[in-house]
């Protein structure tokens, strides 16, 4: 995935956090442990002062951390997006990721996504501008500048400041409508300007989409109007995959001064760390073990899998260790509104996050 170095120009490093209970535990099969988080709720003060009281450590879990978002953030990131426009040129190094939709059963469309990087924090936050859609969107903890494991005894108001930044940091996530959209790393490519696209740096990319798309055709004409960047001004190292509640879903590449759209063809999608458009299924196979095991996984069965199968394939397709590797593997039941999480390869112990019911008003 990308690198944090370009966080330089908006965080400086900090320490700690706050504490979370997770409510209920169940049993998932015979060697898996599911608990459901509930993201902490704040009745009293600003938007700004409940924001950044929410924020708090998963009671018992090192490394994870949730997020209620109140008040909106659209001129705010608006403004980020333009500091880092302007201040920054830095080249991402390369990391893994994996994401598939599994479309087979028409009824539960499942989005996978493992998310491959040095050792970081996570952060799964709850967003609602005043002009879209509710969303849960995971983020790394150093993008704000934090370490993996913090104290909020030892943050300071400028520290905790920094967390009103989180809907620009979004990594991935899903929206009150369906749609579910996650980044995976490629080479870079040298975008043109367009007169009738704007620049978005790579995460808010995400953000627009989980904000204002309900479903694949609005993302598109989201991609459509932004020029996106990462590492430079002019340079675009990410491609994403994105899936809608009617079960479909669609690739989203850009490749010679065009935004390349690749609907799915069968009920299923692959998305690894090497371009795809142009490209044939075996020239994809080639390239990439990961995309190759995935594809086959879900040809075999025809894209109709059970959440633990897709657990199942999450963990087959994770890399490295905790330090540097799959950092978390999200399964996002769409129907459902639910994602299952695993946290630095532990498929044994997973969490569970639903989108709250009253955000699916909207």
């Not at 109007?225 to 079960?247: E, Q, W």
Request: charged share 25%.
């Amino acid at each position: 995935m990308f690198n944090h170095r370009w966080m330089g120009y908006i965080v400086k490093k900090i320490p700690l956090l706050l504490i979370l209970c997770i409510p209920s535990v169940f049993t998932c099969g015979q060697q898996q442990r599911v608990s459901d988080l509930e993201f902490p709720f704040i009745d009293a003060g600003s938007d700004s002062a409940r924001t950044c009281q929410s924020f708090q450590n998963v009671d018992g879990v090192d490394g994870l951390y949730m997020l209620r978002y109140y008040g909106d953030y659209g001129k705010r990131l608006e403004k980020q997006n333009q500091t880092v426009l302007n201040g920054f040129n830095s080249q991402p190094s390369r990391r893994e990721c994996s994401l598939f939709t599994a479309l087979g059963d028409s009824a539960r469309p499942l989005y996978g996504r493992n998310f491959d990087n040095p050792e970081c924090g996570v952060l799964i936050g709850l967003y609602r501008p005043s002009d879209g859609y509710a969303s849960i969107a995971f983020s790394r903890l150093n993008d704000f500048g934090f370490d993996k494991v913090i104290d909020p005894d030892t943050l300071t108001a400028q520290d905790r400041a920094r967390i009103l930044y989180a809907p620009f940091f979004s990594a991935g996530g899903m929206n009150a409508r369906g749609v579910v959209t996650a980044l995976a790393y490629l080479e870079g490519v040298q975008t043109v300007p367009d007169a009738e696209q704007r620049p978005v740096f790579v995460t808010l990319w995400i953000r627009e989409i989980l904000d204002h798309a309900s479903n694949i055709d609005e993302a598109v004409a989201i991609c459509k109007r932004c020029r996106v960047f990462d590492a430079g001004p002019d340079i675009c190292s990410h491609h994403i995959l994105i899936c809608d509640a009617s079960g479909r879903s669609v690739i989203v590449e850009y490749h010679e001064g065009l935004w390349r759209i690749m609907p799915n063809v069968q009920p299923w999608q692959v998305v690894t760390n090497s371009p795809l458009f142009g490209r044939s299924q075996e020239e994809r196979q080639k390239r990439c073990r990961r995309y190759k095991k995935a594809f086959e996984t879900l040809e075999e069965k025809e894209g109709k899998i059970t959440q633990q199968e897709g657990m199942s394939l999450l963990k087959a397709l994770s890399v490295g260790g905790e330090r540097s590797g799959t950092q978390w593997s999200s399964l996002f039941d769409i129907a459902e509104r639910n994602i299952l999480l695993s946290l630095y390869r532990n498929y044994k112990n997973l969490y569970r996050v639903s989108l709250p019911t009253s955000s699916l008003k909207n």
